[in-house]
């Protein structure tokens, strides 16, 4: 098994842990925002041990990632309130098959621009990905959902936008060499900024009148939530850095993150696994052996 494959397996495993802790934030009811927000400085935090040092620097200005670290983290943190926003008026479902469609972004950019070789297997096998996203998210309980306004229908499409451009950013970045090999310094700024713009949506709500105390649980789940944060977004860069075509690690990634938090679902919660998603693993498994085949 080769490092690149070994790295896409714990960029899998670590994205499906963040969405078991956010599956314990509801179970706890911790301040989703809070523990984003401390998530954040963990995520500086951690990158900077693991560089050795802290790269947090005027300097950094000078870096030719400057700039789409700044756009990126203030990305991050309006995607993610957009998402909770889309939850609240669609449910977990339509949200997750909009942002796991982003997938498609990346793909396309790297055939179009960058002549990836698009087979007969990797196409079919993409399309059996989507359909994959679709039954391993569906959930029968969300049958019931209030009927939803025309208006808000603008979210779910911001949120796979949104999505689109935070993982074509990431890999424009390493195919133009802007941040090769998964630069550390550009990740933990991307995380730094994201943690300004939540700290500007902060005094925002409290402008408003948001009054809700900071909580020691919400500090412990920003922690719980950083550690695995910092590093999914780290070893998805150094991933696209081994070489493998974009067109295969973005399928591949977000299947397998929807395939995992299903098995994981089962392990740690006890969640039944449906025939929906028993089909959406199947496919899931189908997909990622056309992809990479």
Not at 261 to 266: N, P, R, T, V, W
Request: charged content about 10%.
């Amino acid at each position: 098994m080769s490092l690149a494959v070994i790295i896409l397996i714990l960029c899998i495993v670590i994205n499906s842990l963040i969405g078991v802790v956010f599956k314990l934030f509801s179970r706890f009811e911790v301040n989703i925002f809070y523990a984003i927000l401390i998530n954040y400085v963990v995520c500086v935090i951690t990158g900077s041990i693991y560089l050795g040092r802290m790269p947090l620097a005027l300097s950094s200005v000078e870096e030719t990632w400057f700039p789409y670290a700044a756009a990126l983290g203030f990305i991050f943190i309006t995607v993610f309130t957009i998402y909770g926003n889309t939850v609240k008026h669609f449910g977990i479902v339509v949200s997750t098959i909009f942002q796991k469609m982003s997938m498609l972004a990346p793909a396309i950019i790297a055939i179009v621009l960058y002549n990836e070789n698009l087979s007969w297997l990797k196409a079919i096998g993409i399309t059996i990905g989507i359909l994959a996203i679709i039954f391993l998210s569906y959930q029968k309980s969300e049958k019931g959902a209030p009927v939803v306004q025309k208006k808000h229908w603008l979210l779910p499409i911001a949120v796979f936008l949104g999505s689109c451009i935070i993982d074509s950013t990431l890999f424009l970045m390493e195919a133009e060499q802007i941040a090769p090999s998964g630069d550390i310094s550009f990740v933990i700024h991307l995380f730094f900024f994201a943690f300004i713009a939540g700290v500007v949506l902060l005094i925002i709500q409290l402008i408003k009148g948001n009054r809700e105390r900071l909580k020691r649980k919400d500090i412990i789940a920003g922690i719980g939530l950083g550690i695995p944060n910092f590093f999914s977004i780290y070893l998805l860069m150094e991933v696209i850095a081994s070489g493998w075509d974009a067109s295969v690690v973005f399928p591949i990634n977000n299947v397998g993150i929807l395939s995992c938090s299903a098995i994981l679902g089962f392990i740690i919660f006890k969640e039944r696994i449906t025939r929906n998603k028993a089909i959406g693993l199947i496919m899931a498994i189908i997909a990622i052996l056309l992809i990479s085949y």
